[in-house]
């Protein structure tokens, strides 16, 4: 079974620094891999996802990931923070198309001004 | 916009209790899904639907139950509420054409306490 580690769970960084949440999952020939945010008291909200292509991926808020299939990895990077970006972060992933996603334990980003 | 909703926001219950968390998605989707999550565990998937009158185990369904007798709605079902039950859960639905792999669209999430 597929399986996800966040090696961060927690993350604090002053506004306006970059900031990397980093992410592995267990091995598999294909993978489907997501970025989900969860502000205070509310659901989760999709930043990104890979399904496939450029191994690039770029999300909303500025969000950006990289697919690096030697590594096993899907690090999410963001250039610039901001104080909004305070939240947790959730990395996901499948490895076939109609099961339920795995989630990791999650990164709490605080963005400190 | 997909919109997932959930019951309760907030809800408190006691021990032996039979709680209902209920989830209604507007999207059509065929799969739902409910998840717990906790301080440290992430989420954790307790059982999830294809579709009408089906049901699957997820990595946690002890102490678990879920009804889907309406395409749109996924129930979960506490048959007798023990603290440590006491946990957000958040339902998500998703859409199952075939394609690619489809998002998951998440509710707001219940905290319920059980006393």
């Known amino acids: 079974a597929q399986s996800v580690t966040q090696l961060d769970s927690q993350v604090p960084v002053f506004e306006e620094a970059p900031v990397e949440l980093r992410c592995n999952y267990s091995?598999?020939?294909?993978?489907?891999l997501f970025w989900y945010v969860q502000y205070p008291n509310q659901g989760l909200q999709l930043l990104l996802k890979y399904l496939s292509g450029s191994t690039l991926v770029k999300g909303i808020n500025g969000f950006e990931a990289e697919f690096n299939k030697s590594q096993t990895s899907f690090h999410l990077r963001k250039p610039s923070v901001h104080i909004s970006d305070t939240a947790e972060y959730f990395c996901a992933v499948s490895d076939r198309r109609n099961t339920p996603l795995v989630f990791g334990k999650g990164t709490r980003l605080s963005v400190i001004a | 916009d997909v919109k997932v909703t959930q019951s309760s926001r907030y809800l408190v219950k006691r021990t032996g209790e039979k709680v209902f968390l209920e989830c209604v998605q507007d999207m059509d989707h065929e799969n739902m899904f409910w998840y717990r999550q906790d301080p440290g565990l992430g989420l954790r998937l307790i059982y999830f639907s294809y579709d009408v009158k089906m049901k699957e185990k997820g990595d946690i369904p002890e102490g678990y139950s879920v009804s889907r007798e309406k395409k749109e709605r996924f129930s979960l079902i506490l048959e007798s509420a023990s603290t440590n039950q006491t946990s957000m859960y958040l339902c998500a639905s998703r859409t199952g054409t075939s394609g690619n792999y489809n998002e998951q669209f998440f509710g707001p999430g219940t905290r319920l306490t059980v006393l």
């Open positions: 091995s598999s020939v294909s993978v489907y």
